[in-house]
């Protein structure tokens, strides 16, 4: 990365020397320091980090829309010779929107639910007056169909809710769009999507730059969707740009330790199946205190001496490409590194064996079989007034599944698609109207709560936010012993049993006094875990036990719960949408979609040979960390239905490739084939 | 939107229909018999009895109830023990005033008290919202009757630059508007700073959505952002809130209309409380809950239109 004062004509926006600090009541975070990289027209950048990293403080500085504690402390941003950092308010309004626009994370926050598309369009071109407000119309109705809205004409009087989250994403990309910006910004654009319509979005914005001739900086910590999407890379760790390049030298020769530890941490690309994941030890640095060195020495298992006190040097490599390491160059220079890319770097905290495969199957802990819940979604009176006839939509169907001890069950399917009941129901939590579900031989299903809550005790559950699930009123020691008061469990020191509970997850003693808010994502997961094994449950079910952990401490985790499970025979119900880290955890996997199991089978198996089409889908959507694996079409168009109109044959019908007319009038039988599996296909696959 | 609205007036039968029976049962509560009452002590027993008959006080409670409620629905609220005159008559010949009264205190309330909630939402810290704080406290504080006693003494007594008492010449409206402005200023200073401490609650975290966000991030205008956005989303708590205020102020008006001797239907009400007058004080309480109840379902069916999301849910 050229750092003089002259810029290469290809170069549209040029951040140099950017920092930024946070005031904050424990001081000055310094969450940027000294950031410089260009961003070259044409070109689709990806910004990569974790959480801290400030990969999204980049974004709202050059934007200018920083939060008011914020204070840009040097630098400049050039955008075709302006400087935006030192521009006034509405020479910033007026580049905002117009040269520069932004796909917001979240679309289903990001928009204004009280105004409709019509008009939330027609704002964004308020910058011209003479244009008549039919011609500004035609405009928006012109591009939400470019971004694939079908009836653009119609759903463009429609407001934010009436979009599902795909459809709100790919209006908010219209809405970016619209004013024919040079510069497109996108904050983790797919990552409150489901896989199948992250690869629709990945696809749409490559389309899309192509077509537009835009240039589109991606700010994301999904390394698949940076390697599909983008040509240049820029890596950043707590606040520095540790490494950048094109996304090949990044993905296949990365330079820097941090960036190959997190390329090594990343399941999608460990093909060993191993039950251990790698992991970097540690967490991000305090942003608050001074530091000598290199920011990453504290973690980095190739630390020399050197590294903690003499600031790294930035190695260039070709034009644009950088990486800032002491074992690149200078005195320290180490030849032998980087290594071959089939050597880990990182390790995996113990031994990475495999347990080994079960023979005996042991009478099964949890057996659910014919389960049926429903939703009300109309009462009876309105019901009669609209005429409308079924007043439920069936949130689960015809469910079976059985867990033995020991075993690891992954329940995956999008949003909607029932899992979250289904294990909500499995705890007594919502009422089921048929079928059956045993907890060691005895039925549970609907048992009033003075009888089931003994046995709650045998059933945990972990909720999916680490953070939001624990009061933030009580210390971590009140927390983990929270189970053996609500269950009036006398008789014992709670002190006692918090130090064991955090020595088991492995939490220092010292965090037993602290607060939810001072914990980091891992460590709050970590009380998570020790509050749901407090009083020995046989079954745990786990709700997205890794949503909103970076990658690099997911495995923490997960090979914590794998510990947890070896030890005390625990059975764990997974439920997640995130199939590289099932595909590591689970024994079985058991594929949902609107309500029923589509799927059922030996992980390994069911990732090899997916038999359902909406499997195989799935396991193509994933987008893969190699940018030489990327995909050259979607495989999966359209959206799941909603439970109001579930299909009449197969609830796939209208989106899988394959489906027949018997699929759309006749809905398929679970069928058991000779190996175990289990599916619900009229035509699957391989067969 | 039927089936809403079906719901809702239905309910607010039922809340009618409470009221009734409460203010029913106050009446056969009460020591003392309703005829020997309307006509003292010194009526005779023929008379008492002619009463009894003409006001079918000598038929069983349930059915007096049924007739009571048989005669409201079709506008009968009974005769004034004193003048014989309908009810429903004189409780119309001052409604007018309380209801004007109600809307100019309001009124004034938020058209001050949204803006400078709005402005001090903006700008936390500003000198503006710290005196929006400051001012908000003071008139929540101060209890309104003083308020209306003290505007009358600086106001109408030394500086003498409005009228005092009454409600002005009937048919003049200058005249019965400068009458309306110190009974108004009264009984709306302190939802001023209601109004104000709601708007810039709600605003702020409003402002701190993402849709505001990215708003700002598409370049849209300041003005467009706060009041086109921002507001549109800020002010549905407070619709509710207004919306409910309106009920508490018609008892405001109780005191302001007896302090600036208005006439109205809070002073009806007390004047027939303390003569004992129970007709009209049933059929007064009575046609103020239903404004109540018409108020509160305008303000609800006013939020559906602002927001499309709690329309469809209807």
């Excluded at chain 1, 704002?123 to 694939?148: C, S």
């Excluded at chain 1, 009478?363 to 005429?387: C, H, I, M, W, Y």
Aim: neutral net charge.
């Amino acid at each position: 990365m050229p750092k003089d004062a002259t810029r290469a004509p290809e170069t549209l926006l040029d951040i140099r020397n950017l920092s930024v600090d946070f005031r904050t009541p424990r001081g000055r975070v310094k969450a940027l320091r000294d950031i410089s990289f260009p961003i070259r027209r044409n070109r689709i950048v990806g910004i990569v980090g974790e959480s801290g990293s400030g990969k999204s403080t980049v974004l709202w500085a050059l934007l200018g829309l920083l939060a008011k504690n914020a204070e840009v402390t040097s630098g400049e941003v050039l955008f075709e010779d302006r400087d935006l950092l030192h521009a006034s308010e509405a020479q910033l309004r007026a580049t905002r929107g117009e040269e520069i626009s932004v796909v917001f994370q979240d679309p289903m926050t990001s928009q204004i639910p009280v105004l409709t598309y019509g008009t939330q369009m027609r704002d964004i071109l308020y910058r011209r007056p003479g244009l008549p407000t039919a011609e500004k119309r035609r405009m928006a109705v012109e591009m939400l169909g470019k971004v694939g809205i079908p009836d653009p004409d119609k759903r463009i009087d429609q407001y934010p809710h009436h979009f599902s989250g795909g459809m709100r994403q790919r209006a908010g990309i219209a809405m970016a769009l619209l004013t024919g910006p040079q510069l497109l910004l996108a904050d983790e654009p797919t990552t409150a999507l489901d896989v199948t319509m992250e690869a629709q979005i990945i696809h749409l914005l490559q389309d899309l730059q192509k077509e537009l001739d835009a240039t589109v900086v991606v700010v994301s910590h999904n390394l698949g969707l940076i390697a599909e999407l983008c040509d240049d890379v820029v890596v950043m760790y707590a606040g520095e740009v540790i490494e950048a390049g094109e996304v090949r030298e990044i993905f296949h020769n990365a330079q820097h330790p941090y960036t190959r530890a997190l390329l090594e941490c990343d399941p999608a690309r460990i093909d060993d199946v191993s039950r251990k994941l790698p992991v970097i030890p540690g967490d991000i640095p305090d942003l608050t205190k001074a530091r000598s060195g290199c920011i990453y020495a504290p973690r980095c298992q190739r630390a020399l001496p050197v590294c903690r006190d003499t600031f790294p040097p930035d190695v260039a490599r070709g034009e644009m490409s950088l990486a800032r390491c002491h074992l690149l160059a200078g005195p320290h220079h180490d030849p032998s590194w980087p290594p071959p890319l089939d050597v880990m770097t990182v390790g995996t905290g113990e031994a990475g064996a495999r347990k080994p495969a079960r023979v005996k199957r042991d009478d099964p802990l949890l057996d659910v079989s014919d389960l049926n819940v429903q939703f009300e979604t109309v009462g009876p009176l309105r019901a009669r007034l609209k005429g409308i006839r079924t007043r439920h939509v069936d949130a689960v169907l015809d469910v079976s599944l059985s867990i033995a001890p020991g075993e690891t069950v992954g329940l995956v399917g999008e949003s909607g698609s029932g899992k979250t009941t289904l294990g909500r129901t499995v705890l007594n939590l919502v009422p089921a109207q048929s079928g059956s579900v045993r907890f060691e031989g005895q039925e549970i299903r609907n048992m009033p709560e003075a009888r089931f809550k003994p046995m709650r005790r045998d059933m945990a559950m972990m909720f999916q936010d680490p953070v939001g699930s624990l009061s933030p009123r009580k210390s971590v020691r009140a927390l983990i012993t929270e189970p053996f008061q609500i269950h009036g469990i006398t008789g014992i020191d709670l002190d006692d049993e918090a130090e064991r509970l955090a020595e088991m997850v492995r939490l220092p003693k010292a965090f037993l006094s602290r607060y939810p808010h001072e914990l980091s994502g891992g460590q709050a997961r970590r009380v998570g875990v020790a509050r749901a094994l407090a009083l020995n449950p046989k079954l745990l079910i786990a709700d997205e036990p890794t949503a909103g952990l970076d990658v690099s401490v997911q495995g923490e985790i997960l090979n914590l719960m794998a510990d947890l499970q070896a030890e005390h025979g625990l059975g764990y119900l997974i439920i997640t949408h995130n199939l590289p880290v099932v595909r590591h955890i689970a024994d079985r996997l058991a594929i949902m979609y609107l309500g029923r199991i589509v799927e059922e089978g030996r992980t390994d198996e069911v990732f090899a040979r997916p038999v359902h089409p909406y499997t195989q889908a799935l396991v193509e959507g994933v987008p893969q960390p190699d940018p030489d694996r990327r995909r050259a079409h979607v495989s999966i168009s359209g959206e799941v239905p909603s439970l109001l109109n579930r299909p009449k044959g197969c609830d796939f019908a209208g989106r899988c490739p394959f489906a027949q007319d018997l699929c759309r009038a006749q809905k398929p039988p679970h069928v058991t084939m000779a190996d175990g599996r289990q599916h619900a296909c009229h035509f699957p696959l391989g067969h | 939107m039927l089936y809403y609205l079906t719901k809702r007036l239905g309910l607010s039968a039922a809340v009618i229909g409470l009221v009734v029976l409460v203010l029913f049962s106050l009446l056969h509560l009460i020591p003392g018999d309703p005829a020997t009452i309307a006509l003292g002590p010194r009526a005779t027993p023929e008379a008492i009895a002619r009463y009894a008959e003409k006001m079918h006080l000598d038929e069983p409670v349930w059915r007096q109830f049924l007739i009571y409620i048989g005669n409201a629905l079709t506008g009968d609220l009974g005769l004034d023990v004193f003048s014989n005159r309908p009810v429903t008559a004189i409780i119309m010949e001052r409604i007018g005033f309380t209801l004007a009264l109600v809307c100019a205190g309001m009124g004034w309330a938020m058209l001050l008290g949204i803006p400078l909630g709005c402005l001090a939402a903006v700008k936390p810290g500003s000198w503006l919202d710290r005196v929006t704080g400051v001012l908000s406290v003071g008139t929540i504080a101060v209890p309104s009757f003083l308020v209306s006693i003290w505007a009358l003494l600086i106001f109408a007594v030394q500086l003498r630059w409005l009228p005092a008492i009454g409600a002005g010449e009937p048919g003049q409206l200058g005249d019965q508007l400068s009458h309306l402005v110190l009974p108004a200023f009264a009984i709306g200073l302190s939802w001023v700073g209601y109004l104000a401490r709601m708007v810039r609650a709600s605003m702020l975290e409003v402002m701190g959505e993402n849709y505001i966000r990215s708003a700002r991030a598409f370049g849209l205008h300041p003005q467009r952002v706060i009041f086109g956005y921002a507001l549109r989303v800020a002010i549905l708590p407070t619709i509710t809130l207004i919306g409910m205020g309106f009920g508490g102020m018609i008892s405001s008006t109780v005191f302001a209309e007896i302090i600036f001797a208005r006439p109205g239907i809070g002073k009806l009400i007390f004047d027939a409380v303390m003569a004992r007058n129970f007709p009209i004080v049933q059929g007064a309480v009575l046609v103020a809950t239903g404004l109540y109840i018409l108020v509160v379902l305008f303000s609800d069916i006013l939020i559906a239109w602002f927001d499309p999301r709690v329309r469809e849910s209807l």
